[in-house]
């Protein structure tokens, strides 16, 4: 071990030492924590007996939300035929659906891996609930993909760099798990109820969203009370590099559902230079920021984001 990776092992160690007490030791967590275990057992449902599944959907009508998509107000997505929007939809909630189901394993394997482990012990009763809720969300998504589209968009998302402090890591998971589920919830709290949908996609939508709505609740908890606590414990420039970390990951996500496969499925000629097209327009900028604006407001009134802006990659 060089002298570098025993300090960052330390400083780890020493970090989770003190978690009971910055997790245990806040009595309104606590009384979230239990509020949010009540309401996900009155709440609860057989995911496998919520749905129907007819056997297919019409390729007629749009299956995400206009708005929603990547193109919205581009000047490429202005040169496309209604025809190929319609396909475009399709194949875009594929890739968002796709998105969720990668997003949630990630989130599974880090929620089971913090389970009855030192220092989480408040949380462990509502963490069985999380991975319960979201073993279904996984496989709702998934059988979505399955039937209609005959498969899943595999996971290209690429991980980048963390900023190398040891004491912020358990807060940038958290903050990236809220992250992507407030993204998430924008998408499915407009398409639970556009009834330009198809039921059936309307229904795993607003399904997700109610179940979604406590576990950000949840979310936003524990990521300002580990960022309240980071504030004592590093200086400005470490609490500065923690904000570009989180920012890069959200325009990233943000560029995850602009999908080069999702444009070929769509028929769309050149789906790499589409990409990049559409990337490049400023409507998707307004795009990033419309889609994220729920989680950026949250980090600016919580002093972790010193500004509501994410920068282009
Ligand atoms: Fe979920
Ligand atoms: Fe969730």
Request: net charge negative; aromatic share 12%.
């Amino acid at each position: 071990m060089t002298p570098e990776s025993a300090d960052s092992a330390a400083r780890t160690a020493g970090y989770l030492a003190e978690l009971p007490d910055i997790l245990g030791g806040d009595k309104r967590f606590i009384d979230i924590l239990g509020r949010l275990t009540a309401m996900s057992e009155r709440d609860y449902y057989d995911p496998y007996k919520l749905f129907e599944w007819p056997s297919s959907l019409s390729e007629d009508g749009y299956w995400m939300s206009p708005e929603l998509m990547t193109v919205y107000g581009t000047e490429a997505g202005a040169a496309l035929t209604d025809e190929q929007l319609r396909a475009l939809s399709k194949w875009e909630s594929i890739n968002f659906y796709s998105l969720n189901v990668h997003g949630i394993r990630e989130l599974l394997t880090q929620i089971v891996g913090r389970i009855h482990m030192p220092g989480y012990e408040v949380a462990s009763e509502y963490f069985h609930h999380i991975i319960g809720e979201e073993n279904d969300h996984m496989w709702f998504f998934a059988k979505f993909c399955l039937t209609y589209a005959g498969k899943l968009y595999p996971d290209r998302r690429m991980p980048f760099a963390a900023p190398g402090i040891p004491e912020a890591d358990t807060f940038l998971l958290f903050a990236r798990l809220l992250i992507f589920e407030e993204l998430v919830d924008v998408f499915n709290q407009k398409m639970g109820d556009d009834e330009r949908l198809d039921p059936t996609i309307r229904k795993i939508n607003k399904v997700h969203h109610q179940d979604e709505s406590r576990h950000i609740a949840f979310g936003r908890q524990i990521v300002a009370l580990l960022h309240a606590d980071l504030r004592r414990r590093l200086v400005p420039e470490q609490l500065a590099q923690l904000e570009a970390y989180v920012k890069r990951y959200m325009r990233a996500s943000a560029e995850s559902l602009c999908s080069p496969a999702a444009f070929r499925d769509a028929g769309l000629p050149e789906p790499y230079a589409l990409r990049r097209a559409v990337l490049a327009d400023p409507a998707f900028d307004a795009f990033a920021h419309r889609t994220l604006k729920r989680s950026l407001t949250f980090m600016t009134s919580e002093d972790i984001f010193s500004n509501g802006r994410i920068p282009p990659l």
